[in-house]
């Protein structure tokens, strides 16, 4: 079959056309319109090929949802924070019959107590997640490290409120230390990384620090509450 030369020489004119060997004959010349017709009906791999990277390319590496997220959730995860995630969400419902459990037990460094760490809290709870902190769950006279005991077992899940005043504290070890120790204990706790990052989490603690958890650099700290309140939802 006679191939049509337009992708080479171009029919930029009535006699290249009908020089044409499958165009010859087909009536008036009408501009670019064969070549158009070769590329549609010859090269359709070309065109979905390059429609599927740009499809795979808007998905920031791969994202999706995980069964406990509702449909109506504006927040998607990527592949790393569904693994970390759903061992946690698996040990949840395991716990959900238990009474008066608080959803989330709250781990920061004492000097983000009215900065992040107040953010974060008042954002869970805005959300209806109900929170284990310091600031509020802590009377005055009472031991701190028996109240962090008794919040530790009646919490679902720990997060950790990773800052650069955290590292610190956990360096000193002092009472974010051993927070963060009980909390490694029970293996389940949620790292969320914010203003540093997992390398300098890793030089501190390479335990917590191999879990992927949420980070603020990837997301605003409101996606990672709406993430933290789906996960602790039963």
Known sequence: MARCTAPVRGHNSAAAAAACPACRGRGRYSGYGSYSSYVSH???????????SRRGSGTGGGTSKPRWSPASSS???TPAQLRT???VRESI????????????FLCHAW???KGTAKELHDLLESLGVSVW?????????AS?????????AKSRVGIVLVTPAFLSRVRGEGIADKELSALLARDLLVPIVHDTNYEALREVSPLLGSR???STEEEAMADVATKLAELVAV
Request: hydrophobic share 30%; no cysteine.
């Open 111 to 113: 000097d983000d107590r």
């Open 212 to 214: 992927s958890g949420l």
């Open 144 to 152: 701190l490290l028996r109240e962090i005991d008794k919040g530790l």
């Open 42 to 52: 010859s090269t359709p791999h070309s065109r979905s090929a390059s429609t599927g």
């Open 75 to 77: 927040v998607s995860y």
């Open 133 to 141: 902190f310091s600031e509020k769950d802590v009377l005055l006279g």
């Open 93 to 104: 419902e395991k716990r959900s019959a238990v009474p008066d459990l608080r959803d989330v």
């Open 85 to 87: 995630l759903t061992p």
